[in-house]
């Protein structure tokens, strides 16, 4: 079964670039599905921020489209999130994420497997 | 985008209780709403896809129902495992958007 792991410095200076790769393990990249990011900032909620497909087309939320961009790699079974500009409010444990179910929305589609989440904290 | 409001926001139970949150999308979504349950230090499960559709390995004492723009995760007969914090999470437009969260805690 996919397995994924995020990986990346846990922290980065203010008006930095956040950087994230999750390698996927257990399956292909290539698959059809979509590949997220999502993030949890301390005593906050689950925030989606985008997700890529294997074609590489992006969907990404709007409240962050100006700051990133998520890329894919196909030759190392992995993809990645670029986050520009960080300050504080980006401190957040961050999560990589399969879309399993309809790719199509909408659809019955969820969120399955997840990495376990890694802490990046956004500090001088 | 479309807002999902949960609630209440937490709420104290005792093991063998029965649960209810709610959850409310800002515009109809049929009946593309999922569940998700979320421990601290650990990645979040999905309980529920589809509004009502348990996930495999998932207890049956989860349920969910509703369409439209309500709906409801029941946990029947509350287990010292369950106490986590609970998200709904839409699937029928991008972006996909979560619910704020209901924690529910040990009475």
């Known amino acids: 079964q996919v397995q994924l792991q995020e990986s990346g410095p846990g922290l980065v200076k203010p008006s930095g670039t956040l950087s994230l790769t999750c390698a996927v393990s257990?399956?292909?990249?290539?698959?059809?599905?979509?590949w997220n990011w999502v993030r949890q900032p301390p005593g906050k909620g689950l925030e989606w921020i985008g997700e890529?497909?294997?074609?590489?087309?992006?969907n990404y939320n709007v409240s962050l489209k100006s700051r990133v961009t998520i890329s894919i790699d196909k030759s190392k079974n992995q993809f990645s999130l670029n986050l520009i500009s960080v300050t504080a409010a980006d401190t957040a444990v961050y999560y990589c994420?399969?879309?399993?179910?309809?790719?199509?929305?909408?659809?019955?589609?969820?969120?399955?497997?997840w990495g376990r989440g890694t802490l990046v904290t956004v500090s001088s | 985008d479309i807002q999902m409001t949960q609630s209440p926001s937490s709420l104290s139970a005792s093991v063998g209780d029965r649960v209810t949150i709610t959850c409310r999308a800002s515009?109809?979504?049929?009946?593309?709403l999922n569940w998700y349950q979320h421990k601290p230090g650990k990645a979040p499960k999905v309980l529920i896809y589809?509004?009502?559709s348990l996930q495999s390995g998932v207890p049956s004492r989860f349920r969910g129902s509703g369409s439209g723009t309500d709906f409801i995760l029941t946990i029947i007969n509350l287990q010292p495992e369950d106490f986590a914090t609970y998200y709904c999470?839409?699937?029928?437009?991008?972006?996909?958007?979560f619910g704020q969260g209901t924690k529910v805690e040990i009475k």
């Open positions: 994420a399969t879309w399993s179910g309809i790719t199509s929305r909408p659809g019955y589609g969820w969120f399955d497997p």
């Open positions: 257990g399956g292909s990249i290539s698959s059809t599905t979509w």
């Open positions: 890529i497909s294997q074609s590489g087309d992006t």
């Open positions: 515009q109809s979504i049929s009946s593309y």
């Open positions: 589809g509004a009502s």
């Open positions: 999470q839409q699937s029928y437009t991008t972006p996909v958007t």
